[in-house]
């Protein structure tokens, strides 16, 4: 950062500031981050909560640390409560997919969402991508690992002790005083509930970050600008419905991204690609997160040549051809 004339210049964030605003305080954080922060477990912290929906553990339930008064850190928390769609009282309150900007009936989703540290961390996606992508491929986020683990702890309970605690906890009080403030929270082992929101989480974090598991299931396709063709024009888009809340991702070769939303579970996206698709010649396309696509439709302007569907398991139409009058794919085998 240099000063001149009290005008504030941050080489490494682009425009000059003269006022004390929201882009200022950006551009200061990110010129000075590592000089008063530890950033790989600041970063992580903010992957952690996004991946699990640890919706109280922004300011709350963090603790900040240092071991030379200089540098902070984020490697320390408790109360981890709130989790997997937990409110406060254990109640479902939350499903997958929602991100720490997200709101729910005008309130955010997660507490304290707009503290400066996570704002900040919020904008430095390459950071946050970089590190989602080392721990999937560590195996921490992996989600048949972390649900088994939490039914084997579950399952050394026996079950009569389940329901001991189920009585005393929430049908006495409504048994003996009419209370029923605890009934709603008889919730049981929320087995499916974890299930649903880890699975699902991880399947919406991996399309937002474009990691493995969002990338190495795709379905793949060799679409051709021929330079005769007839009914229909070519041209480099597609209709996509997914199966869950999403990003649809849209990958040309080494899987660089050429097109990408964030969508909603059920309805239809237009995806237009048409940097990638050369004028001449032929171009691999991936359409990331098969297993989760349900519609993949309007794929005759692509003129596909070589295709491989096989991880489109939830596929429930396919449009790859038409029958505009003067339309022919004569590279489709």
Known sequence: MASQNNKVTISTYAGDYTND??????????????????????????????SFLMTDNVAKNTFWSSDDLVHW?????????????????????????????????????????TAAWI???RNLFGACQAMYRHCESQGCFNSNNFLTKLKNYQS??????????????????????NTRTYLSMLAGRKTHQ????????????????????????????RCNTPTEWGGLAPEATAMI?????????????????????????????????????????????????APMITELNGLAHLYIRQNNFSFATNLQRLEIGSTVAGYENRLLP
Not at 24 to 44: F, I, K, Q, S, T
Not at 197 to 207: H, I, L
Request: glycine share 4%.
């Open 156 to 177: 050394t309970r026996p079950e009569r002790i389940w329901i001991a605690d189920a009585q005393r906890k929430y049908l006495r009080p409504y048994e003996d005083n």
């Open 241 to 289: 419905t997914m199966y869950i809340d999403s990003y649809i991702v849209v990958a040309s070769t080494s899987y660089n991204v050429v097109s990408k939303i964030r969508a909603k579970r059920g309805q239809s996206y237009l995806m237009n690609f048409t940097s990638a698709v050369q004028q001449a010649g032929e171009t691999e396309i991936y359409f990331c997160l």
């Open 21 to 50: 605003t929201y882009e200022y305080r950006m551009a200061y954080l990110l010129a000075h981050c590592e000089e008063y922060l530890v950033m790989d477990p600041v970063v992580y912290h903010f992957i952690f909560i996004e």
């Open 73 to 113: 850190e984020l490697s320390k928390d408790y109360d981890n409560d709130t989790a997997l769609g937990n409110d406060n009282v254990g109640g479902l309150s939350f499903t997958y997919g929602l991100e720490t900007d997200s709101t729910l009936n005008n309130n955010y989703v997660f507490n304290a969402s």
């Open 194 to 221: 974890r299930e649903q929101v880890k699975v699902y989480n991880s399947y919406y974090y991996a399309s937002k970050y474009v990691s493995d598991i969002c990338t190495q299931q795709n379905v793949m396709v």
């Open 119 to 121: 704002t900040f961390v």
